[in-house]
C-alpha cells in the first residue's frame, strides 16, 4: 500500500466517521428532535436523551472505532512493505 493510498483511506474513514458524528450530535440534537422526542428511552424524550448524552456516547464509540479502523490499516500498510 503507497503512502498516497494509506493517507486516501485514512481521510475516507475521518469523512465518514465526522459525519456519522455529525447527523447524531447535530441532526439528532436539533434537526430532527421534534420527531424523536415521541419516542422514550429510560423515561426521557429521545431527543433530549441524545443532545445531553447520547452524543457523547456516540462520540466515545467513533474514536474506538476509529482506532480499531486505523490499527487494521496500519497492519494492512505493514505487511504490504514486507
Do not use: C, P
Not at 447527523?23 to 433530549?48: E, M, T, Y
Amino acid at each position: 500500500m503507497s503512502h498516497d493510498q494509506y493517507w486516501r483511506m485514512n481521510l475516507r474513514y475521518v469523512g465518514l466517521l465526522l459525519g456519522v458524528w455529525f447527523l447524531v450530535s447535530f441532526g439528532a440534537s436539533v434537526l430532527f428532535v421534534d420527531s424523536l422526542d415521541h419516542i422514550r428511552l429510560f423515561g426521557f424524550k429521545l431527543g433530549f436523551w441524545f443532545a445531553q448524552q447520547g452524543a457523547i456516547f456516540v462520540f466515545v464509540v467513533i474514536i474506538f472505532l476509529y482506532v480499531l479502523l486505523m490499527n487494521r490499516l496500519d497492519q494492512k500498510s505493514a505487511s504490504n512493505k514486507s
